[in-house]
């Protein structure tokens, strides 16, 4: 869920060396692409959350926007990318709505079942508070 690559300046100026970036949607790769063009060739379109980590590791997976969203026939689900942690050495660091309007396009979230996924993945996890009231934020980490 690298969006419109937001993070990009984020994660530049902590020190990440090598940055890629996957969305499941057209228009925010493309963007993202001409935001950053001396690592465009960094951001992919990909089908599915499986997709994402085929074939490849990573220390981090910083995952932006709310899962379970439904864009054309494509779907991100945070089961999926808890299923790929054997791809993910260190952590992963992702947002989450608790009180979006319920749609065919997004889905609420409980803190309490998304702390028990990250739980039951990862040696240590860390729920905060993010930047909209009805949001939060949870570190998966497996530290070395």
Same mark, same amino acid.
């Given at each position: 869920?690298? &969006?419109? &690559?937001?993070?990009?300046?984020?994660?530049?100026?902590? &020190?990440?060396?090598? !940055?890629? &970036?996957? =969305? +499941? !949607? =057209?228009?925010? %790769?493309?963007?993202?692409?001409?935001?950053?063009?001396?690592?465009?060739?960094?951001?992919?379109? %990909?089908?599915?959350?499986?997709?994402?980590?085929?074939?490849? $590791?990573?220390? @981090? %997976?910083?995952?932006?926007?709310? @899962?379970?969203?439904?864009?054309?026939? $494509?779907?991100?689900?945070?089961?999926?990318?808890?299923?790929?942690?054997?791809? !993910?050495?260190?952590?992963?660091?992702?947002?989450?709505?608790?009180?979006?309007?319920?749609?065919? =396009?997004?889905?609420?979230?409980? +803190?309490?079942?998304?702390? $028990? +996924?990250?739980?039951?993945?990862?040696?240590?996890?860390? %729920?905060?508070?993010?930047?909209?009231?009805?949001?939060?934020?949870?570190?998966?980490?497996?530290? $070395?």
């Amino acid at each position: 869920g690298c &969006g419109e &690559g937001a993070g990009v300046p984020f994660l530049q100026a902590r &020190g990440c060396e090598d !940055i890629c &970036g996957v =969305d +499941l !949607i =057209d228009r925010h %790769v493309k963007t993202a692409m001409e935001r950053y063009p001396d690592i465009a060739e960094k951001f992919s379109v %990909v089908s599915s959350t499986q997709e994402a980590f085929d074939n490849r $590791k990573f220390d @981090w %997976v910083v995952a932006s926007g709310t @899962w379970n969203v439904k864009t054309s026939k $494509k779907y991100s689900k945070i089961e999926e990318l808890l299923n790929c942690v054997d791809s !993910i050495s260190v952590g992963i660091a992702t947002n989450f709505t608790t009180n979006t309007i319920f749609d065919d =396009d997004a889905h609420d979230f409980c +803190l309490h079942i998304v702390t $028990k +996924l990250f739980a039951d993945k990862f040696k240590q996890w860390k %729920v905060d508070h993010t930047y909209f009231d009805h949001d939060f934020s949870i570190w998966g980490m497996n530290p $070395k």
